[in-house]
C-alpha cells in the first residue's frame, strides 16, 4: 500500500493535550480534597478544584470533539483497490480497512476560525464510520497522483481555494 496523506502532528498534539488534561483533572481533585477531606475548610481550594476539574472536562470534551472524526493517516493499494483509514485515538488509532470504492462523498472543507485562520480539509465517508472523516491538507504539502485519481475534484477544488494550480504534465518543456 502506498501513503497518500499522513498527519504526524494530530496523534502527538492530541495525546499530550490529554495528558495535560489528565494531570489538571487530578490536581482539582487533589485541591477538592483538601478543601473538603482534611478538615478545614479552605475555600481557595475549593473554587481552584472545581476551576481545574471542570476546565479539564471541557478541555477534554473539545480535545475528543475536535479529533475524533481526523485521519492520522490514508494508506490505497490502486492495484487490488484496497485501502486503510486511520482516525485519531487517544494513543491508538482506529484503523477502518476498505474497497477505495466505498470511500464515498469526497469534498474539500474550509474551517475558519478566530482571526480569519482557514484550516483546509477533504472530507470523506466511509461505511464503517458513522460520521464524515476529515483529512488535514497543509497548504503547501504535495499531493500524491493517487489521491488525485480517487479524488479528483477534491483536489482541484482545494488547489483552487489555495490558489496553486498543477501545471499541465504535457506543456513543460525539457531542459
Known amino acids: 500500500m502506498t501513503r497518500l496523506f499522513e498527519n504526524r502532528r494530530l496523534p502527538k498534539t492530541s495525546n499530550i ?91 474539500h472543507w474550509i474551517k475558519v476560525a478566530k482571526r480569519n485562520v482557514r484550516t483546509h480539509y477533504i472530507v470523506v465517508t466511509v461505511p464503517d464510520y458513522p460520521r464524515p472523516i476529515y483529512l488535514e491538507m497543509l497548504v503547501g504539502g504535495e499531493i500524491p497522483d493517487a489521491l488525485r485519481q480517487i479524488a479528483p475534484e477534491a483536489v482541484e477544488d482545494f488547489e483552487t481555494n489555495t490558489r496553486r494550480q498543477r501545471e499541465p504534465q504535457e506543456d513543460k518543456k525539457p531542459a
Open 17 to 107: 493535550s490529554a495528558v495535560v488534561l489528565v494531570v489538571v483533572i487530578l490536581f482539582g481533585f487533589w485541591d477538592l480534597w483538601n478543601a473538603f477531606g482534611t478538615g478545614s475548610q479552605d475555600t481557595t481550594s475549593a473554587m481552584f478544584g472545581v476551576l481545574f476539574v471542570g476546565g479539564g472536562i471541557i478541555g477534554a470534551y473539545t480535545i475528543w470533539n475536535d479529533g475524533r472524526d481526523q485521519s492520522q493517516w490514508l494508506d490505497v493499494d490502486l492495484d487490488t483497490g484496497k485501502s486503510a483509514l486511520a482516525v485519531w485515538r487517544p494513543f491508538k488509532p482506529l484503523v477502518l480497512e476498505q474497497d477505495v470504492d466505498q470511500m464515498t462523498g469526497w469534498r
